[in-house]
């Protein structure tokens, strides 16, 4: 079982990313997956969730407008698409996926964690 984030990188003021997150070793038709992110000094935050089963979806006050979460079925995969980037999103970014039809997400309990990936807002 394993989940395999990739996507960050360093970008600057306005600018987009994408995150992936690809599962292996299970099916997610029942869990509840997305990301978490964070910022050096801070805790663990939810950041956008999408629950496999309805595709009922979770953002952030502080990402809706800017960020997309989308899921492809095929790869097993499930994407986070990051627009309107600012400096304030500058955090470790972690997938997670629970089996559970919770949105959104805790940090306690998680079944399973990716890496983390770094994304950078700077100019």
């Known amino acids: 079982v394993q989940l395999q984030a990739s996507g960050g990188g360093l970008v600057q003021p306005g600018g987009s990313l994408r995150l992936s997150c690809a599962a292996s070793?299970?099916?997610?038709?029942?869990?509840?997956i997305g990301w978490f992110r964070q910022a050096p000094g801070k805790e663990r935050e939810g950041v956008s969730f999408i629950r496999i089963s309805d595709d009922g979806t979770y953002y952030a006050d502080s990402v809706k407008g800017r960020f997309t979460i989308s899921r492809d079925n095929a790869k097993n995969t499930v994407f986070l698409q990051m627009n309107s980037l600012k400096y304030e999103d500058t955090a470790v970014y972690y997938c997670a996926a629970d089996y559970s039809a919770e949105l959104p997400l805790h940090p306690i309990p998680v079944d399973y964690w990716g890496q983390g990936t770094q994304v950078t807002v700077s100019s």
């Open positions: 070793g299970f099916n997610l038709k029942y869990y509840t």
